[in-house]
């Protein structure tokens, strides 16, 4: 997956991000230890996500090569895009 930030007047950046990457983010294991260091508010809205799930969605998105996922503009000219 890559990341694409482009500011109006300014360079731009991108990021590439392995799928396999994010696959190991969403482990269990991963999940719990960075839950003892949230704040309660925040761990709410991580404990709602099923990472089961997503990591089936993005082992998935192997087979999406090139699909462009996000392609937004501000009205300040600031870019963001994130192609698989």
Known sequence: MRIY???KGKIGLFIPVP???LRAV???KFIKFI???MEPEQRKYIESIDF???SKVLKMLKEYKG???VNVEDSKG???KIVV
């Open 5 to 7: 930030i482009k500011e």
């Open 19 to 21: 799928l396999w990457f």
């Open 26 to 28: 969403c482990n269990e």
């Open 35 to 37: 839950l003892k260091y």
């Open 52 to 54: 089961g799930k997503l």
């Open 67 to 69: 699909l462009e996922m």
């Open 78 to 80: 600031t870019k963001v």
